[in-house]
């Protein structure tokens, strides 16, 4: 499980062949969403980046692990809240516990992340932070350090950096991002300005955005420095950079607790997207291709991510019989393994059976999930969210 | 539960404006089948007599009940196995302990129908006895009742009488019987001969037999004098009568134990449609229309009993959540109520969770469960037959 552990005592002084624009690189891992697209497997307290989906590692493992040929555990650090906080270090103990950022409660991403930019600033005036999330999919890990590598490389120069994954098809599911003028190679690969951030797409707006070329999916990655993002905060987010600055000040003194839980429930939740990225000048995008990025955000998206059998089924459970289905995921509860699921002639159906609750969704609805979920609160059915 | 309780001190000197004809009309009920058709929910040890699918009374129960208008509670029989008696005793505790004929081990129907025929010989030779399933729906009780009524003053006259259901559409899970020549009415309902017995048939024949008008289906209930059948077993079945015989003889004795354990095993299982009535000479059938009649023989049957709500869905189970889904069934396993199913734009599926199982199989797939119960076996899973 553990294959890289025989590198670690090499991080510790610098990861071979490391480039020297890395020295000073640590990512910034955004773990403490509780999103409900996986529901009823995901749960209000058990999020995405713990579900071990797609191997026997949680999404959270897979991405902390992931950059361990990158960086030394020293340089990864977690967002995430108290509440998760406990579970996910069991998840990667490699990390120092002082590695876990934690928010009392969730205030969107700009709160996170500049609760990270703040605890960065004490370590490293000098640090670039690479923005990740802890429940997306990337088959290409070679291919995503090199993207990281010439990102920090160009985050070094100024700009406030994005990943931009090359769109496959009309997602409506994602933003977008129009590149505009090209500033040039950074390790190998161009990088562009970014003209327009754009929010999710209806189907006609998707296609002609993939048709036109000069649009990426927004993957949610973000390279920047401390002192550009702590200065963007300070220009266009003025009340949570007075927060942070507060906050900063007692990091590390008794009163932190104190200090961080009367400041963070007066934050105006907000989006680094909103708060930041659209209305900032010199931002710039790497496109990255052939990431086999994913972020994992319904049900279907694992026919993506995993090797479907010759029916195109996708049998997530020890004991299933089928006959005839087609293109179906099935996947039953860990903790009921016993359980007999018997499928018969059954296309593009999404079955997900937790003990508790048991979905049974059209593939062509999965995003629909959250309708559900809505709908399950009117009723007051909390105890299955 | 036990609607028509206060008429039983009536039944005991004879029901109310019971005709002549019915005074020694006997039910046997035979109820020793372990179908599999509904599978996951019947069982091995819970044969589709004992579910409760359509109200809260077991099919059974309703089988017994349904006749308590027409006949006393002594006069109502039940064939089954030492098995399943126990069980079957607690749905229908109006009928005497003595009105159970067990069979050892079943060899069919032709034996289980000698052995109540058997049995009734010893107690009124002049019965006539109306052969009826103990897994069968029938919406229209009073009708059946003057069916039946009908049936038992022709099978005095002689012939071996069979009721046909006048078929609806071209079913093909049906085995049928070609009608001749008018035998004149009953009791107001009009008889024919008997032309032909037909197996099931493929779509095409079945499409043929339902334009013919002279075909009906073979409902499976028979009705005949204990005197006629018994000869019909020493013509066409001697083994079987030889047995008979012996068994008939040691009633009531110490040793009847004995004589049909050992005399059982030995019976070559055979159907009584094929080791009587195809063979038989003077067979007579009503053909019965606006029964609402069915045999509960397949899941997707039961969108014919029970009343679908708006989008076409059974729903069968306290805690379902549903959004757009049509057509389908969704049968909860009544021991985890609390379980929640939701189900999200899904069409013409049976959905049937027993717990153990979970069985997701599209409608027009619902015979082939068969095909499952058979695979199962071969890979050892007999634990969930």
Same mark, same amino acid.
């Given at each position: 499980?553990?294959? +890289?552990?025989?590198?670690?005592?090499?991080?510790?002084?610098?990861?071979?062949?490391?480039?020297?624009?890395?020295?000073? @690189?640590?990512?910034?891992?955004?773990?403490?969403?509780?999103?409900?697209?996986?529901?009823?497997?995901?749960?209000?307290?058990?999020?995405?980046?713990?579900?071990?989906?797609?191997?026997?590692?949680?999404?959270?493992?897979?991405?902390?692990?992931?950059?361990?040929?990158?960086?030394?555990?020293?340089?990864?650090?977690?967002?995430?809240?108290?509440?998760?906080?406990?579970?996910?270090?069991?998840? @990667?103990?490699?990390?120092?516990?002082?590695?876990?950022?934690?928010?009392?409660?969730?205030?969107?991403?700009?709160?996170?992340?500049?609760?990270?930019? !703040?605890? =960065?600033?004490?370590? &490293?005036?000098?640090? $670039?932070?690479?923005?990740?999330?802890?429940?997306?999919?990337?088959?290409?890990?070679?291919?995503?350090?090199?993207?990281?590598?010439? @990102?920090?490389?160009?985050?070094?120069?100024?700009?406030?950096?994005?990943?931009?994954?090359?769109?496959?098809?009309?997602?409506?599911?994602?933003?977008?991002?129009?590149?505009?003028?090209?500033?040039?190679?950074?390790?190998?690969? $161009?990088?562009?300005?970014?003209?327009?951030?754009?929010?999710?797409?209806? $189907?006609?707006?998707?296609?002609?955005?993939?048709?036109?070329?000069?649009?990426?999916?927004?993957?949610?990655?973000?390279?920047?420095?401390?002192?550009?993002?702590?200065?963007?905060? !300070?220009?266009?987010?003025?009340?949570?950079?007075?927060?942070?600055?507060?906050?900063?000040?007692?990091?590390?003194?008794?009163?932190?607790?104190? #200090?961080?839980?009367?400041?963070?429930?007066?934050?105006?939740?907000?989006?680094? &997207?909103?708060?930041?990225?659209?209305? !900032?000048?010199?931002?710039?995008?790497?496109?990255?291709?052939?990431?086999?990025?994913?972020? +994992?955000?319904?049900?279907?998206?694992?026919?993506? +991510? =995993?090797?479907?059998?010759?029916?195109?089924?996708?049998?997530?459970?020890?004991?299933?019989?089928?006959?005839?289905?087609?293109?179906?995921?099935?996947?039953?509860?860990?903790?009921?393994?016993?359980?007999?699921?018997?499928?018969?002639?059954?296309? &593009?159906?999404?079955? #997900? &059976?937790?003990?508790?609750?048991?979905?049974?969704?059209?593939?062509?609805?999965?995003?629909?999930?959250?309708?559900?979920?809505?709908?399950?609160?009117?009723?007051?059915?909390?105890?299955?969210?």
């Amino acid at each position: 499980m553990w294959a +890289v552990w025989p590198m670690w005592p090499l991080a510790n002084w610098g990861l071979p062949m490391a480039k020297p624009s890395m020295q000073h @690189a640590y990512a910034v891992i955004m773990a403490g969403g509780g999103g409900t697209r996986l529901w009823p497997l995901s749960r209000q307290s058990r999020p995405k980046q713990m579900l071990t989906l797609i191997e026997e590692r949680s999404l959270f493992q897979i991405a902390v692990q992931r950059l361990q040929a990158l960086l030394p555990p020293e340089r990864i650090l977690v967002v995430t809240s108290q509440q998760q906080a406990d579970e996910l270090k069991t998840h @990667a103990p490699e990390l120092p516990a002082e590695n876990y950022i934690l928010e009392p409660q969730p205030r969107g991403t700009a709160a996170a992340i500049g609760l990270a930019a !703040a605890a =960065l600033g004490q370590r &490293d005036p000098q640090a $670039v932070m690479i923005v990740l999330t802890a429940d997306h999919y990337i088959g290409n890990e070679s291919g995503f350090h090199r993207y990281l590598e010439a @990102a920090v490389e160009l985050a070094q120069a100024g700009p406030l950096v994005t990943l931009g994954i090359e769109p496959t098809f009309a997602a409506t599911q994602y933003g977008y991002i129009q590149m505009g003028a090209s500033l040039g190679e950074f390790s190998g690969y $161009v990088a562009h300005q970014v003209k327009r951030f754009k929010e999710k797409p209806n $189907v006609e707006e998707a296609e002609a955005m993939l048709a036109s070329g000069d649009h990426v999916w927004n993957s949610g990655m973000f390279i920047w420095t401390i002192e550009r993002i702590l200065q963007e905060f !300070a220009e266009q987010m003025p009340d949570l950079h007075t927060t942070l600055q507060k906050v900063s000040a007692a990091w590390g003194t008794p009163q932190f607790d104190e #200090v961080i839980a009367h400041e963070w429930p007066r934050i105006a939740a907000q989006t680094i &997207d909103y708060g930041v990225m659209e209305h !900032a000048t010199n931002v710039a995008v790497i496109p990255a291709k052939e990431l086999a990025w994913n972020d +994992v955000g319904s049900w279907t998206s694992l026919f993506d +991510v =995993l090797p479907a059998d010759a029916n195109g089924n996708l049998a997530l459970h020890p004991y299933h019989h089928d006959l005839d289905s087609h293109n179906s995921l099935i996947h039953g509860a860990s903790n009921t393994p016993e359980r007999l699921i018997v499928t018969v002639g059954v296309k &593009d159906l999404v079955v #997900v &059976d937790t003990g508790d609750v048991l979905l049974i969704c059209s593939r062509e609805r999965a995003q629909d999930v959250r309708q559900v979920i809505e709908a399950l609160k009117e009723k007051g059915l909390q105890r299955y969210l």
